[in-house]
């Protein structure tokens, strides 16, 4: 399926509408300091640095296929060590939106993660950190070895009683899967009607 979508104006200045403040991001001086702060950058295609030189650049279908945004954790560092007052993490959520809406997320990491994540919300009502390790990088991925990597901290966790080895499940998780599929069927919804606006009118 194509997904680019025709749109009035550039790249650039769709980001800006749709961002508070969003104008100051013609003002990158590409330092790179956004990108030295982030803690999430060695997972992301694109630090933010880069993904700031490619919206100005307008290189809009690589942009909102990247998995940075779905690598952002929110810390709001870039954006509080900016020296030029880019409020990064708020671009980052605008192109979180538009990937969503567009469906470009669906080659990155961010369904498989999410779809493990929430597996486990809806059998236990809250996250099983081990199962999520396993279920994500072992199937989902086919990355064993990051799992491997990641031995050391999770013993670290257990020892300290961060993480459980058994997952226990929460009391009334009948209205907790109640309230999860009265969300699916609103997302649904959302999607339909998202999907009914992206299709081309004939006929005027
Ligand atoms: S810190 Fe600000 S000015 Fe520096 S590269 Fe990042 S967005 Fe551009
Ligand atoms: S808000 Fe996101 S992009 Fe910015 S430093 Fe934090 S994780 Fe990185």
């Given at each position: 399926m194509a997904h680019t979508t025709e749109k009035k104006g550039t790249f650039l200045e769709e980001?800006?509408?749709?961002?508070?403040?969003?104008?100051?991001?013609?003002?990158?001086?590409?330092?790179?300091?956004?990108?030295?702060?982030?803690?999430s950058g060695a997972e992301m295609q694109y630090?933010?640095?880069?993904?700031?030189?490619?919206?100005?650049a307008g290189d809009r279908d690589a942009v909102l296929a990247a998995n940075t945004m779905w690598a952002c954790v929110s810390c709001y560092l870039c954006t509080t060590r900016c020296p030029q007052n880019i409020p990064i993490?708020?671009?980052?959520?605008?192109?979180?939106?538009m990937s969503?809406?567009?469906?470009?997320?669906?080659?990155?990491?961010a369904p498989a993660m999410a779809k493990?994540?929430?597996?486990?919300?809806?059998?236990?009502?809250?996250?099983?950190?081990?199962g999520l390790a396993i279920g994500y990088h072992a199937f989902k991925r086919w990355k064993p070895i990051?799992?491997?990597?990641?031995?050391?901290?999770?013993?670290?966790?257990?020892?300290?009683?961060?993480?459980a080895f058994i997952p226990s499940k929460i009391r009334q998780i009948d209205q907790l899967r109640a309230i999860i599929k009265k969300a699916k069927e609103l997302s649904a919804k959302e999607q339909q009607e998202a999907k009914a606006l992206r299709q081309p009118t004939h006929g005027h």
């Open positions: 980001v800006i509408e749709a961002t508070p403040d969003g104008e100051r991001l013609v003002h990158c001086l590409q330092c790179g300091s956004c990108g030295g702060s982030c803690p630090t933010p640095r880069t993904l700031i030189a490619m919206i100005n993490t708020d671009i980052i959520y605008t192109l979180k939106r969503i809406a567009e469906g470009r997320y669906s080659k990155t990491d493990t994540f929430t597996d486990f919300v809806e059998m236990f009502g809250r996250s099983y950190e081990i990051e799992l491997m990597k990641m031995g050391p901290m999770g013993i670290k966790m257990l020892l300290r009683r961060r993480m």
